[in-house]
């Protein structure tokens, strides 16, 4: 990859980490709360760390690996969601808090967990399509274990400027959806400020540098959560 190229990424880089960065920052210091409240923020914690080390990957030119952290991101942060909007009281409760490797109660696949998150995000009806055979979102599970997509991009022309920015994009964008869920979690209003509106800025450059379908304004808060009220009676 030519230099340019190469500054260009670490530029894009650079605006990754002041996200990850900013939404460290502003996420509340709070003590253990419910299971189901704890167990989302375990996963939006997850999402954080799986984008942060996106960007450490790719600023190491490691761009298969950083690929390869495409999927655990969104995967972590649609746990959280599942969490906060899906699970079952008794889902929860079954949940193992000893460690183990190899629970016998675990969450859900992410096609099943972006399936029962319709009713209250009906969008996510496209990424349900996407994840069955031949779908448009097959990509996610061929970058984590190194289908095609992968496989082609060690020969030939390799990674190129436009593949590693729009990696890095898609980052950002599983990334923050995470951060604007623990807005419901604790309301924010500063967290809420910036989330939603880099959420809006992100769709914008998907937009704009890779033509992405230009999405319609978005509320800048999440529907309220009903679980967890009936969870803290």
């Known amino acids: ?25 502003l996420m509340p210091a709070v003590e253990p709360a419910l299971l189901r409240v704890d167990f989302a923020r375990c996963a939006i914690d997850l999402s954080l ?12 030119g490691e761009y298969g690996a950083a690929g390869a952290l495409l999927r655990p991101i969104l995967e972590a942060s649609t746990i959280g969601f599942w969490f906060v909007y899906a699970a079952s009281f008794e889902e929860v409760d079954k949940l193992q808090l000893d460690g183990s490797d190899n629970p016998i109660h675990d969450v859900p696949q992410l096609s099943a967990m972006a399936d029962r ?45 436009g593949d590693v920015t729009l990696m890095l994009v898609r980052a950002d964008v599983f990334s923050v959806l995470a951060g604007c869920l623990e807005t419901v979690l604790t309301p924010s209003p500063s967290l809420a400020s910036y989330a939603f509106d880099r959420r809006d800025r992100l769709g914008e450059e998907l937009h704009r540098k890779f033509g992405a379908p230009k999405a319609p304004p978005q509320p800048h808060e999440l529907p309220a959560a009903p679980l967890l009220e009936a969870d803290q009676q």
């Not at 260009?8 to 650079?14: G, S």
């Open 49 to 60: 760390e799986h984008h942060s080390a996106l960007i450490r990957v790719v600023e190491a």
């Open 117 to 161: 998150l319709i009713s209250v995000f009906p969008p996510i009806r496209g990424l349900v399509e996407g994840f069955k055979k031949g779908g448009a979102a097959k990509w996610l599970h061929k970058y984590a274990h190194g289908g095609t997509p992968q496989l082609n991009r060690r020969i030939g022309r390799g990674w190129t400027e």
């Open 1 to 25: 990859m030519e230099a340019d190229s190469l500054q260009v990424i670490l530029e894009r880089c650079a605006e990754s980490r002041q996200q990850s960065e900013r939404l460290r920052s």
